[in-house]
């Protein structure tokens, strides 16, 4: 009879120590998995579009932590003409217009990104101050932007000014 209390406690050790093994291989590969995932990103230095496309996706990923919901994606192209009637910029500002003054809901994100920051950065604070556009617009939602430093504070007022989270990277 006593023989059975001790194999279960030998049995309930074996599955702790166990337990403890998988979890000692896991702790070793934790840092280099965070290792590859915190590399630094280098920001194509050329126009194409693949390739900005890729690092920012690369980018994106990494500033989807909290993000319960979809996670929109807008990306205007080096070149493109902001002053062209019915050309890609001013189709995008009237989409994101629209979309900030429905409101987005919480759990989103609204990624903003182009070769030109400048350019994005117009888009972006012209676009959040749309006539329908109210200061909750964007509560417990997240607008990251990927473009340059001299353009963060006014994307930052524009985003804050309707209640958004403001996230930024910069490219380097």
């Known amino acids: 009879m006593n023989r059975f209390p ?12 166990a337990a403890c093994q998988a979890d000692v291989g896991d702790d070793e590969e ?11 990103l280098v920001a194509p230095t050329s ?13 994106i990923g990494r500033n989807m932590d909290g993000i319960t919901e979809r996670t929109f994606n807008y990306y205007l192209p080096a070149g493109t003409d ?8 001013e189709r995008m500002r009237n989409e994101v217009n629209q979309a900030v003054s429905r409101s987005v809901l919480p759990g989103n994100m609204l990624t903003f990104s182009s070769p030109d920051s400048a ?15 109210t200061a909750t617009a964007l509560k417990g939602s997240r607008v990251l932007f ?8 006014r994307v930052q007022a524009a985003v804050e000014a309707v209640g958004g989270e403001f996230r930024f990277v910069e490219v380097k």
Do not use: C, H
């Open 146 to 153: 990927i473009g340059k430093a001299e353009d963060r504070e």
């Open 82 to 89: 902001p002053n062209e009637a019915g050309g890609p910029f």
């Open 119 to 133: 350019m994005m950065a117009d888009l972006v604070v012209s676009a959040f101050q749309g006539e329908f556009v």
């Open 30 to 40: 934790r840092p280099a998995k965070a290792a590859v995932q915190e590399a630094p």
């Open 47 to 59: 126009n194409d579009d693949n390739a900005w496309k890729t690092y920012l996706g690369q980018v």
């Open 6 to 17: 001790l194999m279960a406690a030998a049995l309930a050790a074996a599955f702790l120590l």
